[in-house]
């Protein structure tokens, strides 16, 4: 899933979903985001809140 808006939306999904986070619809952020689900790129960003079970800086990048 990739969520166009606040990272609060990954609250409602299931635990095993995997979560893209953009908090924004700009072209070159959805670019950035093909980037790292095809494989071109890491995934370098840190959650910058604190959402249920995953705490401020969580992040696979």
């Given at each position: 899933m990739?969520?166009?808006?606040l990272?609060?939306?990954?609250?409602?999904?299931p635990a095993e979903m995997?979560?893209?986070a953009l908090y924004a619809s700009l072209p070159?952020?959805?670019a950035a985001a093909c980037g790292v689900?095809?494989?071109?790129?890491p995934a370098s960003?840190?959650?910058?809140?604190p959402?249920?079970?995953?705490s401020?800086?969580?992040g696979e990048g």
């Open positions: 990739v969520g166009l808006g990272p609060y939306e990954a609250e409602a999904l995997g979560y893209l070159p952020m959805q689900i095809f494989g071109a790129h960003g840190r959650l910058p809140i959402l249920a079970g995953y401020v800086g969580a």
